[in-house]
């Protein structure tokens, strides 16, 4: 047994291929939960506190797809890798498209998606330099996931439940120009059924409390892109 190296969810309605992911993974030092139904794994994701999920696309009760876009709408950091069928190239784009953190093909070595696991959970230890999963910080800028609370320059910003998931995505992804249609896929979800103007809209929302007159702005315009976080020093 190696050293504990955090929780995943696994995912997987093949009792066989489940079986072999919870050995190899509990040997490897991770701490495991399977579960063999798309409603199942809602839940026990609702329920449980995971460093990684582990995902099948092909499930009863409802598909890995659907799953990782319902956990999508409100969680972009945990990172989920998707287990597919080789010939399903549909599902591997709509998986990444839908923030998939990577996929990998069945059947798979089992050294190759350790390595994947492995870094995914690198990237996630880096995005949260803290080792403090609900904290992300960036400049004078900090958010805490878990209580919802916002601090900029020490003093505290009261933000809706939508403005707060806007500024989260923006501060995951600071230093990167993100598009109107990035940012309403990852906020809002595939099934908005409104134009990209909303974004524009929660974006002067957010700034009007986040980037006080007295404050270096956070969040800036790309003209004809969209919009990026990022500090001007
Ligand atoms: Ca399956």
């Known amino acids: 047994m190696s050293t504990y190296k955090g929780t995943i969810l696994v995912v997987e309605d093949e009792e066989k291929i489940a079986r072999v992911l919870e050995l190899e993974l509990e040997y490897e030092g991770y701490s495991v939960t399977k579960v063999i139904d798309g409603l199942e794994a809602l839940e026990a994701y609702r329920t449980g506190s995971w460093d990684l999920i582990l995902l099948d696309v092909m499930l009863p009760g409802l598909s890995g797809i659907e799953l990782l876009r319902r956990i999508r709408k409100n969680d972009i950091l945990t990172p989920v890798i998707l287990l597919t069928a080789k010939s399903s190239v549909e599902d591997k784009v709509s998986g990444l498209d839908l923030g998939a953190n990577d996929y990998i093909t069945k059947p798979f070595q089992i050294e190759e998606l350790l390595a994947?696991?492995?870094?995914?959970?690198?990237?996630?230890?880096?995005?949260?330099?803290?080792?403090?999963?609900?904290?992300?910080?960036?400049?004078?800028?900090?958010?805490?996931?878990?209580?919802?609370?916002?601090?900029?320059?020490?003093?505290?910003?009261?933000?809706?439940?939508?403005?707060?998931?806007?500024?989260?995505?923006?501060?995951?992804?600071?230093?990167?120009?993100?598009?109107?249609?990035?940012?309403?896929?990852?906020?809002?979800?595939?099934?908005?059924?409104?134009?990209?103007?909303?974004?524009?809209?929660?974006?002067?929302?957010?700034?009007?409390?986040l980037d006080l007159p007295h404050l270096p702005a956070l969040i800036h315009t790309v003209r004809g892109v969209g919009y990026v976080m990022k500090d001007t020093k």
């Open 116 to 209: 994947r696991i492995r870094a995914a959970l690198r990237i996630k230890i880096v995005e949260q330099p803290h080792n403090d999963s609900d904290l992300l910080r960036f400049a004078d800028l900090s958010i805490d996931q878990k209580s919802r609370e916002v601090i900029r320059a020490g003093e505290p910003i009261e933000l809706t439940p939508r403005e707060f998931d806007l500024l989260v995505y923006l501060m995951v992804h600071k230093r990167q120009v993100l598009s109107r249609d990035q940012i309403l896929e990852a906020v809002w979800g595939y099934d908005f059924l409104g134009d990209t103007n909303v974004v524009d809209v929660y974006i002067r929302y957010v700034r009007k409390k």
